[in-house]
């Protein structure tokens, strides 16, 4: 079966650090993606992790740890427009891009 | 450089039609693959199509089906339509099926009455 956990709801305050978990338990593992949807828009891909450690692309980060099924996003110096949902997938073939998502999280931030 | 387009962005049809959503990807991506988001189940993978074949499919009945054409836009069918196939459809693209980026259009919203 395919499993992934992230929490639904957190909340942040601008200019602060967030740090948003994933555990998984799939079927096959062949790299990690995180993806941020704000409401009534598509999801625009932010990180992407096949191997352990972390990745860092500007104010945001992904960190991945295969052994433990764990992958965390961390967000920096917050802002008002980071609000959104932020979906943790699975890519779970060996070759083709079947992605088994999260439930996502949705993260406020306030002021 | 366009996006992944996907129309049309909003229908409404009533249960037992059938409907067709199209999806053109990006520029030079020849891998399409199409999702369903629903508040309940969030984002589940419906299937994904490279040089114009079905190469994997995830666990929806066989009244979703899809095919490509050979300039790799994608074309969705929902035949017999139920209420909970009420949703949001999002295509995504990348080059290749080899694991790399899928980037998503702004989606579908299905409305089934």
């Known amino acids: 079966g395919q499993n992934i956990d992230q929490p639904t709801e957190m909340t942040a305050t601008e200019g602060a650090i967030v740090q948003i978990n994933c555990t998984y338990q799939t079927s096959g593992f062949n790299g990690l993606f995180w993806y941020q949807q704000h409401a009534g828009e598509a999801p625009t891909f932010l990180s992407y992790n096949v191997l352990d450690g972390l990745e860092e692309k500007g104010r945001f980060s992904s960190f991945l740890s295969r052994s433990k099924g764990y992958s965390y996003l961390l967000l920096k110096e917050l802002q008002m427009k980071d609000s959104a949902s932020y979906l943790c997938?699975?890519?779970?073939?060996?070759?083709?891009?079947?992605?088994?998502f999260g439930a996502g999280t949705i993260l406020r931030v306030k002021s | 450089k366009a996006g992944v387009t996907q129309t049309p962005r909003y229908l409404i049809k009533t249960r037992g039609q059938q409907v067709t959503l199209s999806c053109s990807p990006i520029?030079?991506?020849?891998?399409v693959s199409w999702y369903q988001q629903t508040p309940g189940q969030g984002l589940q993978f419906l299937f994904e199509?490279?040089?114009?074949?079905?190469?994997n499919k995830g666990n929806f009945p066989g009244r979703f089906s899809g095919r490509q054409f050979s300039n790799s836009r994608s074309e969705m069918n929902v035949s017999t339509l139920e209420l909970g196939d009420s949703a949001l459809y999002l295509c995504?693209?990348?080059?290749?099926?080899?694991?790399?980026?899928?980037?998503f259009g702004a989606g579908t919203r299905l409305s089934v009455l």
């Open positions: 997938a699975v890519r779970v073939m060996e070759y083709g891009n079947k992605l088994v």
């Open positions: 520029s030079g991506h020849r891998s």
């Open positions: 995504a693209s990348s080059l290749d099926p080899s694991g790399n980026i899928q980037y």
């Open positions: 199509y490279f040089s114009e074949t079905q190469r």
